[in-house]
């Protein structure tokens, strides 16, 4: 099986890796998981990195980045802790969704990392036009025990929409509805929105982006379990950034 993308991308002329930034879990109290997110060689921003990639490297670099993910945290996870990596993917650079995962279940069975878990998520900024496409892509992911899951939701294309055509395990509260929700009635409510309809479609919510002690009891008493931003703590380059446990409150009832 083979695909365009592999028989036509162009190498990379430049190198990268990667920093992670830990998923806290506050019904366990513990980290769930980690994003890893792209740097430059010596730890430069994303922006940078990205800034260099070509549309012809496109394919290359998406597949280039789940394997410098798998590796450096087959490295870097402590063993028998059960952590996700949370590796973020664009819809568009994936031609024929079996073949291009090929690079993936590679590395993981070379690392030893378990498939389950691994989350892949995609950015609701990218705008989606080819809705059938991206179902095909996750069913082929889900046959692998891979979660799926969408980044930056309520600030992108597709917003509800986007639940509609399917369904992913977990979504990504983007940090913009998050930021100050402590004194936003307007974000409140929305958030109770979403609140529900995950809930009805049996889909796990993730805050990203919180920053304030505000904002985590906020999210948690309204029933959010999973969260990510500088609260916690800060992306680091190539190691597991400490979580500032000493930042969380202590839990309610939380769900």
């Known amino acids: 099986m083979a695909c365009n993308g592999c028989s036509t991308a162009s190498k990379l002329d430049f190198d990268f890796s990667m920093a ?28 940078e990195v990205l800034s260099k990639v070509s549309p012809e490297q496109k394919y290359r670099f998406d597949q280039d980045c789940r394997v410098k993910a798998i590796e450096l945290a087959s490295r870097l996870f402590p063993a028998g802790e059960e952590l996700m990596l949370s590796i973020n993917f664009m819809p568009k650079a994936v031609y024929e969704p079996a073949a291009c995962l090929r690079a993936t279940l590679n590395t993981a069975r070379r690392c030893n990392f378990p498939m389950s878990s691994i989350m892949f ?27 799926t899951a969408v980044d930056d939701f309520g600030a992108g294309h597709a917003g509800l929409g986007l639940l509609v055509d399917f369904q992913p395990d977990l979504i990504k509260i983007d ?37 304030t002690e505000a904002e985590f009891l906020v999210l948690r008493d309204a029933g959010i379990r999973l969260f990510q931003g500088y609260w916690f703590a800060k992306p680091a380059f190539e190691e597991l950034p400490p979580v500032r446990f000493d930042a969380v409150p202590e839990a309610g009832a939380t769900v």
């Open 20 to 47: 992670f930034q830990p998923i806290y879990d506050a019904a366990a109290g513990r980290v769930w998981g980690y994003e890893a997110l792209v740097r430059g060689a010596s730890g430069e921003g994303a922006y």
């Open 175 to 211: 940090m913009k509805l998050v930021r100050g929700i402590d004194t936003s009635p307007a974000r409140q409510a929305v958030l109770a929105g979403i609140i529900g309809i995950a809930r009805d479609l049996d889909i796990t919510l993730l805050a990203e982006g919180v920053e």
């Open 121 to 147: 998520e995609f950015t609701e900024n990218e705008e989606v036009s080819d809705t059938a496409h991206l179902t095909n892509i996750i069913t082929e992911y889900r046959k692998h025990g891979f979660t």
